[in-house]
């Protein structure tokens, strides 16, 4: 197995629309490889939450872990992928400086809870093609 202290890891929700393609996204700008994959709804996603005592009722969308550092949720979360990515995505960490988390988190929830509605859901988590399984920890 690869050692994973020198990655990010994201955990997101696996059947939501919204959260596959965000991860798509981020693996088609992660120049640095920096991110590995894993949905919440897998083994590995929920001994992940498990261990770092994050309660999955209230984060349901995505975690970043940082091995050895911390994990970040909600707005957080997104500001620490926005930072690794390439081109103009790390100037969104502005916003951490510019907006209180509350306020972050506040309209981040919002899309949260609506994500299913507005994007919609699939019936099982998302499948990497064989090209991309070895950026998720999930992948048999």
Same mark, same amino acid.
């Given at each position: ?18 959260? !596959? +393609? !965000?991860?798509?996204?981020? #693996?088609?700008? *992660? ?6 994959? $894993?949905?919440?709804?897998?083994? #590995? +996603? ?7 005592? @994050?309660? !999955? /009722? ?13 994990? &970040?949720?909600?707005?957080? $979360?997104?500001?620490? @992928?926005?930072?690794?990515? +390439?081109?103009?995505? %790390?100037?969104?960490?502005v916003f951490s400086y510019i907006? %209180? ?6 309209? &981040?929830? #919002? ?8 994007? +919609?859901k699939k019936d099982s988590c998302? @499948? %990497? /093609? %064989? $090209? ?5 920890? *999930?992948? *048999?």
């Amino acid at each position: 197995m690869e050692d994973l202290n020198d990655k990010k890891i994201v955990l997101f929700d696996g059947v939501c629309n919204l959260c !596959t +393609g !965000t991860v798509t996204f981020i #693996i088609k700008r *992660d120049r640095k490889d920096k991110f590995r994959f $894993a949905s919440l709804q897998s083994e #590995i +996603g929920k001994q992940l939450m498990e261990e770092r005592h @994050i309660d !999955t /009722t209230s984060n349901n969308s995505i975690v970043v872990i940082e091995p050895q550092v911390a994990y &970040y949720v909600k707005s957080s $979360a997104a500001i620490e @992928i926005a930072k690794e990515l +390439g081109g103009l995505w %790390p100037a969104l960490q502005v916003f951490s400086y510019i907006l %209180p988390e509350g306020i972050r988190d506040s309209l &981040y929830e #919002i899309i949260a809870k609506n994500r299913y509605k507005w994007f +919609g859901k699939k019936d099982s988590c998302m @499948i %990497p /093609t %064989p $090209a991309l399984k070895s950026k998720f920890l *999930d992948a *048999d």
